[in-house]
């Protein structure tokens, strides 16, 4: 039946870490760098635990090609809320990385288009970072940006240092803007059709935003007939255990934690519990 | 491996130094008043406590590898984590054909991908004496299921040859062997007890069908394949309380929630695992109070589509339905019936 190892090491057992550096990126977001290698992939997540607290899923933010690794925290639970306490020196639990990741080596040689919406940016930082560290190993760059209002905006900087690279397009929208902003104004569909020299046909499009946000792109991007081959979607599930057994992030016959939650479209014709 | 022939004294005495032992033993007892009148299973104290002409208990005996609440992980607040792992030996006997092929299921998936040494520690120091079914209860359909004999993961199985008068053991590991041997006065059974045996298991296959599958469970797999949108989902989940008793009785159901403890000194505690049932409104709940799940019968199709579809591709075909009938009882507005949603299902569709 199985081997008998009670010694065997459990898989909810929590490395404890040392957060490095945390700041506020607005009112809601904060930015945690902890310099412990995971030896993640992009698109993957961690477990972040509290002892105390509890767990929660979060979103690695940082390419593989930096040393340890970075998380985005916005306040929506008990340990959200804790760790929104924390400072430098303080310690999380971490277990993983868990989930699939990007398909890197098919996105080789592409131009790539990613569509984010608020904090959808977040887990896509992973993959956009991995390709600054890479540049000569893939296409066109464009990342698409879409944020609420003006105060929410995450990543700015680096949103500049982006547009500021060989090859690389940074578009930027806000749902309602005040005054004061020069840019596009509207959610993130407005921007599709500005993207400068790239065939979404033969472009892999990664989109990763709110729920809502997917249905949209989605229709937009069936309007330009971009074959649901390439498309990816970064899916939200609430994983509990992150090894394919809680059944929490389960949609239709699919574990999130594991085949996820990075998922090509076309993977998704038959889940339609998905979005 | 031996196969041997008990009678009721010899049984008794073989079950009472079993209690005896350093081992805790668990059996089927008393039908309990305050448990609906139903069997369940308890530690024993002493052989005459033991029922093995029980017809269904109340709770499937995955309680034991799967408790309704066990320790993961001690901690300090904020701190350090250390494992938990439950060591205790136990000896489980009477378990049914049905809920044994249920255990066999979640050992396989327990283990597969990532090992959980929790259920596996808990499992492997179990010893599990499995009987074949004397009386069926009210609503069994382990023959439609194909689930009314077993034919492993247990160590011993024995079988009544008639109200208790006499048993055949037969041990299949060396656990069970070894337990087995314990019983010193125990003669070998001959070729008409094993006649005898094979008689009471091929009447199980056929009898034990309260209520009867118009299919192959093989074939549950492509009648869901086109089924997702048929109007049966919503005609039962709407008297659905959503109250969870189909996935808690089940032998086969083992989601789970992991909650953290703090205990009264505020400086540990334990982080928990507990049944969970994607029947309950807030399973699929994510940040943001969004829910994957929302709609009732969404959450009804889907513990039919895992027990008909969803966990067979994960353990080989085997459909995560044991037919134990448990689900059927404990539904309130009687909706539960995995064979009525099948059947129901048949009516409008070919496999």
């Known amino acids: 039946m199985c081997d008998c190892n009670s010694t065997e090491k459990s898989i909810y057992l929590p490395e404890l870490a040392p957060i490095t550096k945390v700041a506020m990126m607005n009112e809601t977001e904060m930015y945690m760098h902890l310099d412990h290698d995971i030896g993640h992939k992009p698109g993957q997540f961690v477990e972040v635990s509290i002892a105390g607290i509890g767990e929660a899923p979060i979103s690695i933010s940082s390419s593989p090609t930096e040393a340890g690794f970075d998380m985005v925290i916005r306040k929506a639970g008990r340990v959200t809320d804790i760790m929104h306490q924390m400072q430098a020196g303080d310690k999380l639990g971490i277990r993983g990385p868990f989930g699939s990741g990007y398909p890197i080596d098919e996105m080789k040689g592409k131009d790539l288009v990613f569509v984010c919406g608020g904090i959808g940016l977040v887990p896509q930082r992973s993959m956009i970072n991995y390709i600054m560290d890479n540049r000569a190993d893939f296409g066109k760059i464009a990342i698409l940006q879409g ?65 809502i946000m997917y249905k949209f792109v989605l229709m937009v991007l069936q309007e330009k007939e971009v074959s649901h081959e390439n498309i990816f979607v970064n899916l939200e599930r609430r994983m509990k255990c992150g090894v394919g057994k809680c059944g929490h992030c389960q949609m239709n016959g699919q574990y999130v934690c594991q085949s996820g939650p990075v998922y090509r479209y076309s993977d998704l014709a038959n889940i339609p519990e998905a979005i | 491996m031996s196969i041997k022939k008990l009678n009721k004294d010899v049984f008794k005495s073989f079950v009472d130094s079993m209690i005896a032992s350093d081992q805790s033993v668990v059996g089927v007892k008393e039908k309990v008043q305050a448990k609906g009148n139903k069997f369940a299973f308890g530690p024993l104290e002493n052989a005459d406590q033991l029922r093995l002409d029980y017809d269904v208990t109340l709770i499937p005996p995955k309680k034991y590898m799967l408790p309704q609440t066990e320790t993961l992980l001690t901690y300090e607040v904020k701190g350090e984590s250390k494992q938990h792992v439950d060591e205790q030996k136990l000896i489980l006997v009477g378990v049914h054909p049905y809920d044994m092929i249920a255990i066999n299921q979640m050992d396989e998936l327990f283990s597969q991908d990532e090992y959980d040494t929790h259920y596996m520690t808990r499992r492997n120091n179990i010893t599990v004496i499995a009987c074949d079914v004397v009386n069926a209860s009210e609503n069994i359909f382990a023959s439609s299921m194909e689930t009314a004999v077993v034919e492993k993961g247990f160590d011993i199985l024995l079988t009544d040859l008639g109200k208790g008068k006499e048993y055949v053991a037969e041990a299949i590991t060396e656990k069970g062997e070894a337990l087995l041997a314990t019983a010193v006065d125990a003669t070998d059974a001959d070729d008409k007890d094993i006649a005898k045996r094979s008689a009471i298991q091929e009447a199980n296959k056929k009898d034990l069908d309260k209520h009867t599958l118009n299919c192959k469970p093989s074939e549950l797999s492509s009648l869901l394949e086109q089924a997702y949108e048929h109007p049966v989902w919503e005609e039962k989940a709407k008297t659905c309380f959503s109250c969870g008793s189909c996935n808690t009785t089940c032998p086969t159901c083992y989601c789970f929630d992991v909650q953290d403890l703090v205990n009264w000194n505020l400086k540990d505690g334990q982080r928990e695992r507990s049944w969970d049932g994607c029947l309950l409104k807030d399973f699929a709940n994510v940040a943001g109070d969004h829910n994957f799940r929302k709609q009732k019968e969404s959450r009804f199709r889907h513990r039919l589509y895992r027990k008909g579809k969803y966990v067979p591709t994960k353990i080989g075909g085997q459909v995560a339905c044991v037919g134990c009938g448990r689900c059927v009882g404990a539904c309130v507005p009687d909706i539960a019936n995995p064979v009525a949603v099948y059947n129901r299902l048949l009516e409008d569709i070919k496999p």
């Open chain 1, 147 to 211: 944020t609420k209002e003006f105060a929410q905006r995450i990543y700015h900087d680096e949103l500049e240092r982006w547009a500021g690279v060989d090859g690389v397009q940074v578009l930027e929208t806000i749902d309602v803007a005040h005054d004061s902003w020069n840019g596009n104004v509207g959610v993130v569909t407005t921007l599709i059709d500005k993207i400068d020299g790239i065939d979404l046909t033969k472009a892999v499009n990664l989109i990763c935003g709110p729920p």
